[in-house]
């Protein structure tokens, strides 16, 4: 029965020491988008090319660099700066060149301006508007906890009235038909 016992646990430890292992293939996949038929010759415009696409945003990817993504137009995107680049144009040329087909949604840190104001401080007022919100909530309903019932109308105290007269005097409760 204990050599069972410690089978499992051997069993039970050698998975948990081998799951990073088999999980590490699919965190490092990301790391791989970029394919070796893009890569340039010349590693100091390969750098600039690396650094500029982890600034740009894949278009059909959700906050994912061009860098890190496997979809067809990130790819594209990144053989596009590749080829923008050693054309000689610098890098925020680049970047001018992809806001004006794409628009600043391209780019990953988008520029501070009042077209973008919503993208930088929508956070923030959606924020206080659900503490706003909350806050009147649990005002409403402590005004709610604390007033006093509304009286009685006049018909109501009638028929209280005519209740309490029929309860038997030695009874505490009302009248029991």
């Not at 996949?29 to 394919?35: D, K, N």
Request: aromatic share 6%.
């Amino acid at each position: 029965m204990r050599m069972r016992g410690l089978k499992r646990l051997l069993l039970v430890g050698g998975l948990l020491l081998a799951s990073p292992l088999l999980v590490s293939p699919l965190l490092v996949s990301s790391v791989l988008a970029v394919e070796p038929s893009e890569m340039l010759d010349d590693p100091a415009l390969e750098q600039r090319a690396r650094d500029l696409s982890a600034e740009i945003r894949c278009v059909v990817c959700q906050n994912e660099s061009i860098d890190s993504s496997n979809a067809e137009i990130a790819h594209e995107l990144r053989v596009l700066v590749r080829e923008r680049l050693v054309a000689g144009d610098s890098d925020q040329e680049v970047l001018d060149y992809l806001v004006a087909r794409y628009g600043d949604y391209v780019l990953l840190r988008p520029p501070m301006k009042p077209q973008t104001y919503l993208l930088w401080y929508g956070p923030f007022v959606v924020l206080l508007l659900g503490v706003l919100g909350v806050f009147v909530y649990f005002r409403q309903l402590r005004r709610a906890a604390g007033a006093p019932a509304p009286g009685l109308s006049a018909e109501e105290e009638a028929r209280l009235a005519r209740l309490l007269a029929e309860e038997d005097p030695g009874n505490e409760g009302p009248k029991q038909e």
